[in-house]
């Protein structure tokens, strides 16, 4: 299964919206907050669900979770935005979140830079910023491909 992970758009999302056509075996989109209104704008430009939460500027966005737990191909995936975890800090709290919710795979954005490791059995995944990067580097989505046995993240350039 290919799932397309975004974040941090910040109203700068037709960048990612012109890879959608790369993606056309996609079979689902999370983005991560911080603009849920660019995820619904996403939603409007694709036949592709979106899952989505709620960031730190989503002021409006009471009718979005701050964290979602979804099922994919038998894995257990948290999905935040990052800020209430403090991931500005540490994963320390993304950790617990994890743990409690007993996912294998949690997903956050907030600090607009890209992360790939795994901490006590959990894999951390931050796409980075599709609208702003703070790493240096540039901005970018995540494709994560997975089934029962393995999951695999490419990080890809906008």
Do not use: Q
Request: glycine residues 6%; aromatic residues 10%.
């Amino acid at each position: 299964m290919k799932v397309l992970i975004v974040s941090d758009t910040h109203y700068r999302v037709d960048a990612f919206i012109s890879e959608l056509d790369k993606h056309k075996d996609a079979e689902l989109i999370i983005h991560l907050g911080d603009m849920v209104d660019d995820a619904i704008y996403i939603k409007n430009h694709t036949d592709i669900p979106v899952e989505m939460v709620r960031g730190n500027n989503d002021y409006n966005a009471i009718y979005v979770p701050y964290h979602n737990l979804i099922r994919l191909k038998g894995h257990r995936i948290l999905l935040t935005h990052g800020h209430l975890e403090k991931v500005y800090f540490g994963n320390t709290h993304l950790i617990y979140k994890a743990k409690e919710c007993e996912a294998d795979i949690v997903m956050y954005g907030h600090t607009h830079i890209f992360n790939n490791e795994v901490i006590d059995g959990i894999t951390i995944i931050n796409p980075g910023s599709a609208g702003y990067d703070r790493g240096g580097e540039y901005e970018s989505y995540v494709v994560m491909n997975i089934d029962e046995e393995n999951v695999e993240f490419e990080r890809v350039k906008l």
